[in-house]
């Protein structure tokens, strides 16, 4: 909101400069983003003006009278209201949901949405300029004056935080004004000379012949003041926030009017709203006061009884703040302050503060009269130890440091995606991965469910990179994905970790030859085993695998123990293509939650081996089948070596139908030995090979080639 100095300081009775009142608005509460020096069109008028960001629930700060009222309670200084004349009202006409006198009827056909309206009917007007102190306000505050009809109620909507609206009374059907629920399909032709189309969720101010104005939002072209309108009927309601909201983001309405109804208009300020108005028109465009004003009230706006607990307040507070001084502080904001006994304070809520809903409300307004630069820093009571990171806070944390040691860098995006980017995986209709959770509002086209996957998103993350010419792609990613559980139950969150690295290495430059180092499958092989040495998971392996993202014959599934937790591959032509990625990419994702199962903050310590290890060389001949896996291998070339072998490493995979047969290959491994208690003799080492060679041979039929 735009706040002119000079304005605002007709209310507020304190000596402050500008700048020094932004920043004590600003401790206060109310954000002062900047003083601006402002001068009208005409160069006739000089002011500065506060340009505040208001909270969504404080609407009474939207207002002149609003912000006097803060500033005047943090100063300790008196602000005033404007000279308003209620008897211009004359005996104001009542009724629940129906009232009427001899020049306007007003029904509320839906009080949830609109449960107060009132109206006042003036005549004999003369549309002219406003003049000069009306319009250079008004301009001042960003708003373009028009003429005195239109600008006295923008005048009063500034002023006192009620919008008001004008319908010019010739044009109204029988003086009779019907709020109620529009119907699906509903139109209506606004004042910006659009057609809106309205649905059963919009609110709608309307005569027996159809809608005049969209409720709180905007009026209608056929009931306009012009420059010949001499009779008006002035609406000044309260409707509900929620429904002005929708109905501003459906249609793509933005007014002052709207932002304010919002953030909750004072429902006991629309008759003070109408007689304010009614004086200025009077004063700026002549004319007389035609009956009484007619209020139809549905609710009882009763402002809310609360009680405060002095100790509770200083406890909280880390204060010694008196109840007398605690009294003052909430009547300085126009609370209704008594003591209660018990060293508490009985609190009457105003209807024009509709965020003061529970004592802690009450202790915030204490803490920001009391300013919160005036609390002293206090340590709570009866800490017994600083906070600390959790096991899994510190798993996690420790997980991005180890992806980040492998040259990856960490993106964060939103958990929302759309099929779509499913289909571009190739996921299959029948994919656990296509059981997400529909979001009910969705933001944008493209995120509509909570995603069950890291991938897709992670691919769109390098999509963007290649775009802006990043050849080498180092990404990845921890974060939850979620899976349905049941009607009306929260999903499952599970942690997962993905990565994709695509590109050389290192950027070209003059120095570096032309076969560049490119990524393979076993270098994000090698990412996600450093993962899992850094978390210190055991029982973590590898398995041929299919994925539909993936290429045939590069996936790997990753299992802990028997159970598949993630999965690693080379992606296909065909995602590669539809990413538009130019290099080929391989990519993973892991289950962390899986492997913080298994997982050890801490490494059991291991004494530095005193003498050196004996290595050998083996090359064993095996059927070349899914059964004799180089893991197969390995765990057998394990259980026969016994605690004497601490370490096995394949290093060649060999096919050829010539020499070793049909359906055959040779696999060879580097295997070390040592003892702690001396050095291994040749033929200790020669007993333990060949006890190896037996257990492979028996196992699974493997031949040693020599």
């Not at 706040?3 to 401790?27: C, F, N």
């Not at 990171?389 to 180890?402: C, D, F, S, V």
């Not at 996957?453 to 990845?476: F, G, M, T, W």
Request: charged share 25%; net charge negative.
């Amino acid at each position: 909101m735009h706040v002119p100095y000079s304005w605002l300081m007709e209310y507020l009775k304190a000596d402050i400069e500008a700048g020094e009142l932004a920043h004590v608005l600003t401790m206060g509460g109310l954000e002062v983003e900047q003083v601006l020096d402002f001068t009208s069109e005409d160069g006739e008028f000089r002011d500065q003006v506060l340009v505040t960001s208001v909270t969504s629930n404080r609407g009474d700060l939207l207002s002149m009278v609003g912000v006097a009222r803060q500033a005047a309670a943090l100063l300790g200084a008196e602000w005033q209201m404007p000279d308003i004349d209620m008897s211009l009202l004359g005996d104001p006409v009542t009724g629940k949901t129906d009232a009427a006198n001899a020049d306007m009827h007003i029904e509320l056909a839906n009080p949830q949405a609109c449960p107060r309206y009132s109206g006042l009917v003036m005549d004999e007007l003369t549309v002219a300029e406003s003049p000069d102190w009306l319009g250079y306000r008004l301009e001042a505050a960003g708003m373009r004056p028009i003429a005195n009809l239109v600008d006295c109620t923008n005048y009063v909507m500034l002023e006192l935080g009620q919008p008001l609206h004008g319908f010019d009374y010739s044009l109204l059907k029988d003086a009779h004004i019907i709020v109620r629920s529009a119907t699906d399909g509903e139109q209506i032709l606004t004042l910006d000379q659009q057609w809106r189309v309205m649905t059963a969720q919009d609110l709608l101010i309307t005569d027996p012949a159809g809608p005049a104005a969209i409720a709180g939002v905007m009026g209608g072209a056929d009931t306009e003041m012009t420059w010949e309108t001499t009779k008006v009927l002035l609406e000044s309601a309260h409707f509900d926030a929620t429904t002005i909201r929708k109905t501003a983001l459906r249609t793509g309405l933005s007014s002052e009017a709207a932002y304010r109804f919002e953030r909750i208009v004072d429902p006991d300020g629309t008759l003070r709203a109408l007689a304010r108005v009614a004086g200025l028109l009077l004063q700026t465009a002549g004319g007389k006061v035609i009956g009484e004003a007619v209020d139809a009230c549905a609710a009882d706006f009763a402002p809310l009884p609360l009680s405060l607990r002095v100790d509770k307040c200083n406890a909280i507070l880390g204060t010694e703040i008196p109840a007398g001084k605690m009294r003052d502080y909430l009547a300085a904001l126009d609370f209704a302050v008594a003591a209660d006994g018990n060293n508490k304070l009985a609190v009457t809520v105003p209807t024009f503060r509709p965020d003061g809903e529970r004592e802690i409300d009450l202790i915030e307004e204490v803490a920001i009269v009391f300013g919160y630069e005036n609390i002293p820093t206090t340590v709570p009571g009866r800490l017994m130890q600083s906070g600390r990171l959790t096991p899994r806070q510190k798993l996690e944390r420790r997980a991005r440091e180890a992806l980040r040691a492998a040259g990856l860098n960490e993106t964060i995006s939103h958990s929302f995606i759309a099929p779509a980017g499913l289909d571009r995986l190739g996921y299959p209709e029948d994919a656990p991965e296509r059981n997400m959770l529909p979001l009910a509002s969705p933001v944008t086209e493209d995120q509509t469910h909570m995603r069950t996957a890291l991938l897709p998103i992670l691919l769109e993350a390098a999509e963007h990179n290649q775009r802006h010419r990043v050849a080498s792609i180092r990404l990845y990613e921890i974060g939850p994905a979620f899976f349905p559980r049941g009607e009306n139950e929260l999903p499952v969150e599970r942690l997962h970790a993905a990565g994709i690295i695509s590109g050389p290495y290192w950027a070209g430059a003059w120095n570096m030859p032309d076969d560049r180092l490119l990524p393979d499958f076993f270098t994000a092989k090698g990412i996600v085993e450093q993962l899992v040495a850094a978390l210190g998971v055991e029982r973590v392996t590898c398995a041929a695998a299919e994925h539909p993202a993936m290429h045939p014959g590069q996936c790997a599934a990753v299992l802990l123990a028997d159970t598949q937790i993630g999965v690693i591959g080379k992606l296909s032509r065909q995602v590669q293509e539809q990413h538009d990625l130019d290099a080929e990419a391989y990519v993973f994702e892991l289950e962390l939650d899986a492997l913080f199962e298994g997982a050890s903050l801490y490494s059991e310590y291991q004494p530095v081996p005193r003498f050196p290890a004996a290595l050998r060389d083996i090359a064993v001949v095996v059927n070349d089948t899914p059964q004799h896996t180089a893991e197969a291998l390995r765990e057998a070339i394990c259980e026969a070596g016994g605690e004497q072998l601490v370490e096995v490493e394949v290093f060649d995979v060999y096919r050829d139908t010539q020499r070793l047969g049909e359906g055959k290959k040779q696999l060879a491994f580097r295997l070390s030995f040592r003892t702690p208690e001396g050095t291994l003799t040749d033929e200790q080492v020669d007993e333990l090979i060949a006890a190896i060679v037996a257990h492979l041979a028996e196992k699974l039929g493997a031949v040693l080639r020599s």
